[in-house]
């Protein structure tokens, strides 16, 4: 289990860079005034999250509270991780802080995270996806050929309205979808284990992202 989530987070870690560097995250761009932003733009961030709020806005904005009572495997394996690696966490909060292992410390987090909130909706079955959070669009009976560009800018958006608290831009979809079909070019297409690793995948990449990490 333990291997899937470090190949996964290593996967991820590559889109979470992409989304990183576009050009309309606040960490971009020359002019930050509010009457010059336009579609998805913020302002600059000031600076990290912690640790500890890091954990509480992952939680908060796939809506997998629970994790107080530590009653369900996945709450338990949420805390273990940020135990394991709360050190390369941000101890403070100033932006160069982005080191390597803090990048990959946050998107192992944030996967372990994610498969709580994929097998939430998952468990939903598929004649009720409108009950699900995010993934609505995604058959999670079927493999990665049978999943659209509709599905992943659909759950990239629900996911980024309630992390980012803005709508995902173009260029940030497209960036999605090129990581997705990156993703299904290596993996079997008819597995439907492979559904979900690219869910947990598009969900990390989110909160992985600078405007899920700073304020």
């Not at 560097?21 to 761009?29: E, L, T, V």
Request: with cysteine.
């Amino acid at each position: 289990m333990k291997l899937k989530y470090i190949l996964l987070t290593l996967t991820t870690l590559a889109a979470s860079l992409t989304l990183m560097h576009c050009g309309n995250f606040r960490s971009g761009g020359s002019d930050n005034s509010s009457s010059s932003l336009g579609r998805g733009e913020t302002l600059p961030p000031v600076g990290f999250m912690s640790a500890e709020q890091m954990l509480k806005a992952m939680i908060s904005s796939t809506g997998t509270e629970g994790l107080g009572e530590l009653t369900d495997p996945a709450d338990d394996a949420i805390n273990t991780t940020y135990n394991e690696r709360s050190g390369s966490l941000p101890s403070y909060q100033a932006l160069d802080q982005a080191t390597g292992p803090t990048l990959i410390s946050v998107a192992n987090l944030a996967s372990t995270v994610c498969a709580k909130a994929v097998d939430r909706d998952r468990a939903t079955g598929e004649t009720q996806r409108d009950d699900r959070l995010f993934f609505r669009e995604m058959d999670f009976s079927k493999g990665l050929g049978a999943q659209s560009s509709d599905a992943i800018t659909g759950a990239m958006e629900r996911l980024a309205r309630n992390s980012w608290r803005r709508a995902a831009t173009p260029t940030e979809q497209e960036s999605l979808v090129s990581f997705a079909q990156e993703f299904a070019a290596g993996a079997n297409t008819t597995d439907p284990a492979q559904t979900r690793l690219l869910a947990i995948s598009i969900c990390t990449a989110v909160l992985s992202s600078v405007d899920a990490l700073t304020y």
